[in-house]
């Protein structure tokens, strides 16, 4: 079965805090595209990244880190020094065979970032 | 460059009624995917649309329907409303042919409401 997990329902810190949001994935296919995208409020899905399954490499983007493990199947979210703004439900998300199902997304982790 | 737009941005129906919900992609962008989103079912593809051809459908009933234009702009039908169809109605758009696979960008959605 091609499934993305969320574990984390719900993640609450204080602003400036470094939080990690978890995703796990399971697949049997070889080539496939991870994603992340935020929703604020406001309802729109905002992309904030992609990873294609042969590229294992971290990738870092101002206070953003993405850590993709093939050997645990996971692409995990890393947030530093977070802020007020970076409050959002965010969701992993994946599109296995050949997109022939859209984007797979988790259940989302609504990340609640207090002043 | 103007976003995604979906119209309209909410809907109240009541069983049994049909639905047409509008959505214009990002000038220059022919993939257009469609995606329902509930609190219990989270996120789920609808169907998925290239130069005015579905490529690719998501496991609904075929209440759902879709189509898209020759100027890329698109619409879906829901007929026979039922209350589950309740949900944030999103539209995302992208450069390329493989839509999942590429960098999407959504609507803000369209909240429908069946009573």
């Known amino acids: 079965a091609q499934k993305v997990t969320q574990a984390q329902t719900e993640i609450s810190v204080v602003e400036k805090e470094d939080v990690t949001l978890d995703c796990v994935y399971e697949?049997?296919?070889?080539?496939?595209?991870l994603f992340w995208y935020k929703q604020p409020p406001s309802g729109e899905l905002v992309f904030l990244i992609r990873?294609?399954?042969?590229?294992?490499q971290n990738e870092i983007s101002g206070r953003y880190s993405w850590n993709f493990q093939k050997s645990t199947s996971s692409f995990n979210f890393t947030i530093t020094a977070s802020q007020v703004v970076d409050s959002a439900v965010y969701f992993c998300g994946a599109a296995f065979r050949g997109g022939a199902d859209g984007l797979t997304f988790g259940k989302g982790t609504h990340l609640i970032i207090q002043p | 460059k103007a976003g995604v737009t979906q119209t309209p941005r909410y809907l109240i129906k009541t069983r049994g009624q049909q639905v047409t919900l509008s959505c214009s992609p990002i000038?220059?962008?022919?993939?257009v995917s469609w995606y329902q989103q509930t609190p219990g079912q989270g996120l789920q593809f609808l169907f998925e649309y290239f130069s005015e051809t579905q490529r690719n459908k998501g496991n609904f009933p075929g209440r759902f329907s879709g189509r898209q234009f020759s100027n890329s702009r698109s619409e879906m039908n829901v007929s026979t409303l039922e209350l589950g169809d309740s949900a944030l109605y999103l539209c995302a758009s992208s450069l390329g042919r493989g839509g999942s696979y590429n960098e999407q960008f959504f609507g803000p959605g369209t909240r429908l409401t069946v009573l």
């Open positions: 990873r294609n399954s042969f590229d294992e």
């Open positions: 697949t049997r296919d070889t080539t496939y595209y």
């Open positions: 000038s220059g962008h022919r993939s």
